[in-house]
């Protein structure tokens, strides 16, 4: 069998470069040891029951506390928090300092985010060297109002308004 998808993989690399996504950073506790990655791959699956859905390399460090744990936290960024986006997608220990604090289920909860949620790993979804977790919200906190970080051309960004409202 011949891999057809060769041909594409610069095309779709490039296509997904130019599709914006908000940043955001998951958290888990595991074996009392804190782990965090930035991610732009959150996204909302079902609001009753609330769920959220992530996907990650499972060559990741962060991998085997992800497969091995039941809580795990969500972290959406505003625009002030690109120097946190950068910290958690950088190599070296990302919970030096006091810019987070242990939180429901014993999550690391970071601190003046755009808001956060713990939720209960329902699903892992293995498929080749990827996964895709499937979360179910049982805790949270909303923020303060600000902008949100995007994520666009291998650099971060923010919305802009248009002219006109819907």
């Not at 959406?76 to 986006?85: F, S, T």
């Not at 990302?94 to 601190?111: I, M, N, Q, Y």
């Not at 049982?138 to 802009?160: F, K, M, R, S």
């Amino acid at each position: 069998m011949t891999d057809n998808s060769a041909p594409f993989e610069r095309t779709f690399r490039e296509m997904f470069r130019r599709h914006a996504a908000g940043v955001a950073i998951i958290t888990v506790n595991y074996q009392d040891e804190p782990y965090g990655f930035t991610a732009t791959s959150v996204a909302s699956l079902s609001a009753q029951p609330p769920r959220f859905t992530f996907n990650m390399a499972r060559s990741s460090r962060s991998w085997p506390a992800v497969a091995n744990t039941t809580y795990i936290g969500v972290h959406m960024l505003g625009l002030e928090n690109q120097q946190l986006a950068a910290r958690f997608s950088a190599a070296g220990n990302r919970f030096e300092g006091d810019h987070w604090a242990t939180g429901p289920h014993g999550v690391p909860v970071l601190k003046d985010v755009a808001g956060w949620l713990i939720g209960e790993v329902q699903m892992r979804l293995s498929f080749e060297n990827n996964a895709v977790v499937v979360v179910q919200v049982v805790d949270g906190q909303v923020g303060g109002e600000g902008t949100p970080l995007l994520y666009h051309a291998g650099g971060y960004g923010q919305p802009v308004p248009l002219d006109y409202e819907i």
